[in-house]
């Protein structure tokens, strides 16, 4: 697809990979950022005075749908949604704190991107050439010990990605991105090797621009290759790659 001339909303993008994807974007396109962080959001339109920003919380339902017709509006019309928001629960699943943290992940990673997606529809169908973005993770594919919940909601948000590619097929891409942990504030507490948001971003773009769907970033395409020999493989590659510091 193209990657010029777009009209742009990125949830999660007043830091992290959705900033890092907006970066990317805005030269050749008119892209708005959205979160729940007003200072993030007044720092990253501050820093890249080309963004446009809207305060978002993706759990919230008629937030949600006012920010998407809005954004819809006066861009004249919406062609490419980036489902960036997301949250991690560091607990433990049976840790006193962990009900409430583990549905924070569910309501923001899974119903939020179901939610963004589903109202973007409309706006996207209409739109030449248009696409969702999905970010997925590595743990979709092979589950991170001490992150049950987050693992689950992402091998969700993959399941997802793959069964709207072919419900909309002919009518709006489906891109889905799965780097291995990533150098943001949610992975901030992990001692693990991490992949810069800029890296996730120029991948995507990438990929974009040849119609790859699916989206390895890092040594996930190592974990994916182990997971077709042994399950086991991938999940051990995977558990000795995340230690808690």
Known sequence: MK?????????????????????????????????????????????????????????????????????????????????????????????????????????????????????????????????????????????????AVYSATKAAVHSLARSLRRELAGQVRVFDVLPTWVDTELAQSLDVSKLAPATVADVLLRAMARDRYEVLVGQAGVVALANRLSAGLAEALVARATRSA
């Not at 959705?18 to 805005?26: C, D, F, K, T, Y």
């Not at 062609?79 to 699943?93: C, E, H, M, P």
């Open 3 to 147: 990657t010029h001339g777009l009209k742009v909303l990125v949830t999660g993008g007043g830091s992290g990979i959705g900033l890092a994807i907006a970066r990317r974007l805005m030269a050749e396109n008119t892209v708005v950022v959205a979160g729940r962080d007003e200072a993030k959001l007044a720092a990253a339109v501050r820093n890249n005075p080309s963004l446009q920003a809207r305060v978002l919380d993706v759990t919230d339902e008629d937030q949600a749908r006012e920010a998407v017709d809005a954004v819809a509006r006066d861009l004249g019309g919406l062609s490419l949604l980036v489902n960036s928001a997301g949250t991690i629960a560091r607990s433990g699943f049976a840790d006193a704190d962990g009900a409430g943290l583990a549905q924070r992940d569910v309501e923001t990673n899974l119903v939020g991107s179901l939610r963004m997606t589903r109202l973007a529809l409309p706006h996207l169908r209409r739109a030449d050439d248009a696409a969702v973005v999905f970010l997925s993770s590595v743990v979709a594919i092979a589950p991170a010990p001490g992150f």
